[in-house]
Nanobody, 127 residues
Framework: QAQLVESGGGLVQPGGSLRLACAAS????????IGWFRQTPGKEREGRSC?????????YYAGSVKGRFTISRDNAKNTVYLQMNRLKPEDTAVYYC???????????????????WGQGTQVTVSS
């Protein structure tokens, strides 16, 4: 019954903003670590890389997005968000929300750490 559903992706010009949402059902999100991963078109062999993750109020950001992206949670809505500002063409990717039970000290940053995954949402940054 556990499920994650992403939304909010789309086409945006460089310098623009998008807010992705990940709605959880079947479990309480605040008892889980959450990660936002992305997979770049044409680089599927490299797998999914972690853009940001959150665990127990602590956050991690990849160097390429630090200062531009913000991860947050709305416990009342059982939803996690990824606010993406000053988007760049290299941010173009399919973005996935992932969840891991528990709240480890360091927010997990590897895809193998996570048990539940959403279906992904496409983000395209282009002029």
């Amino acid at each position: 019954q556990a499920q994650l559903v992403e939304s909010g992706g789309g086409l945006v010009q460089p310098g623009g903003s998008l807010r992705l949402a990940c709605a959880a059902s079947g479990f309480t999100l605040d008892n889980y670590a959450i990660g936002w991963f992305r997979q770049t078109p044409g680089k599927e062999r490299e797998g999914r890389s972690c853009a940001s993750s959150s665990s127990g109020g602590r956050t991690y950001y990849a160097g390429s997005v630090k200062g531009r992206f913000t991860i947050s949670r709305d416990n009342a809505k059982n939803t996690v968000y990824l606010q993406m500002n000053r988007l760049k063409p290299e941010d173009t990717a399919v973005y996935y929300c992932a969840a891991k039970s528990g709240s480890p000290w360091f927010p997990p940053m590897y895809s193998n750490d996570y048990s539940y995954w959403g279906q992904g949402t496409q983000v395209t940054v282009s002029s």
